[in-house]
């Protein structure tokens, strides 16, 4: 996560005030990748438009926003049976 967008998370998730340690981490985490993603578009990282429903809209919307891989594919042959010396 980037410096400006470290921020960014920090002063929108401090004026939220979560209500736990965990729900304030995971919030900080969820912010910081949202500004990180405002900021690769070239967007000012200011609550109003960081957190504007378009920009979180298209942020869930991007296979890149939360590194989301494709499957293996399934095999294409018969499985070879696996043993184990224990």
Known sequence: MSPPAA???RDVI????PGGQERAKNLLWAAGKLADYAASLGLDLVPGVVLHPSVAERFTRCECAFNV?????????P???ISVKI
């Open 79 to 81: 499985l070879e049976p």
């Open 7 to 9: 921020a960014f998370a």
């Open 14 to 17: 401090t004026a939220a005030g």
């Open 69 to 77: 891989r494709q499957p293996n594919p399934a095999p294409s042959g």
